[in-house]
């Protein structure tokens, strides 16, 4: 009987490629097992087990991307790497998802959460594996506008949205300005760059008003849209921040 061996030196003997090449093929989502597609190269096989190039097949680096996800409340995300990845496992990729580009394993590895969302929060998350994305996210310099639909009780004080676009203290604190209008009786739309974390319950109750549910629909120019809750889609090519 002859042993199992990894599925790259596998297929690399039976197409007469080199064990990278082989290896691409594999994480590239393009090789099947008896049927069943593979992207572990490290997979064993046996001798017995059909082993098949997909139509199409090119051997090449997978590029890193983007991810949007719509985070449901009540889950926090980022307090560690395991959280990050249970929270992209436990949702879905959006079957229709415009970015054209085929979900693949590596996909969901080593994302790194940018902008978190407060734990109570839902609403537009983003994951990256892009050195560019994480850089942007995460400078000091120049912050993202996001956009915020809260729905609120409680009687604002007079002139309170006016007092949110100056700027106003808190709790000891100034809270950074906010451009905030009424949606309806109880729903507010703000606008505010990259707040920290808190600072837009904060920002309600500083005119009187309780914060009863919070969804971030807006991270700079991508929007959620119609993406459904805990589902997730990446960010093709021509989309930017």
């Known amino acids: 009987m002859t042993d199992p061996v ?69 889950v926090e995300i980022g307090a560690d790497a395991d959280s990050t990845r249970r929270a992209l496992l436990a949702s879905e990729h959006w ?4 970015s054209r580009i085929e ?38 310099r120049d912050k993202l506008e996001e956009e915020y639909v809260i729905e609120v009780s409680g009687e604002a004080e007079e002139n309170g949205l006016a007092l949110l676009a100056k700027g106003i203290g808190h709790r000891g604190r100034i809270l950074p300005k906010a451009k905030v209008s009424w949606q309806s009786e109880n729903r507010l739309r703000l606008v505010i760059k990259e707040p ?9 109750e500083a005119i009187g008003l309780s914060v009863l549910a919070c969804k971030r629909i807006r991270i700079g120019r991508l929007s959620m849209a ?12 021509h989309e930017r921040f």
Do not use: M
């Open 226 to 237: 119609k993406l459904p809750v805990e589902h997730w889609r990446i960010v093709g090519e």
């Open 95 to 98: 079957s229709d998802d415009p």
């Open 6 to 74: 990894r599925l790259a030196k596998r297929l690399a003997e039976q197409l007469g490629c080199s064990r990278r090449e082989a290896e691409l093929y594999i994480e590239g989502g393009w090789v099947t097992v008896d049927g069943e597609p593979v992207e572990a190269p490290f997979l064993k096989v046996t001798h017995e087990q059909r082993i098949e190039l997909r139509a199409g097949a090119t051997a090449r680096e997978i590029a890193p991307v983007t991810l949007l996800l719509h985070k449901p409340a009540g």
């Open 196 to 204: 920290a974390p808190g600072e837009v319950r904060l920002l309600c």
């Open 103 to 140: 979900p693949l394993k590596r996909h969901l590895l080593q994302q790194s959460i940018l902008l978190p969302l407060d734990p109570d929060a839902s609403g537009l998350s983003v994951f990256s594996q892009e050195r560019d994305v994480i850089r942007l996210l995460t400078s000091t």
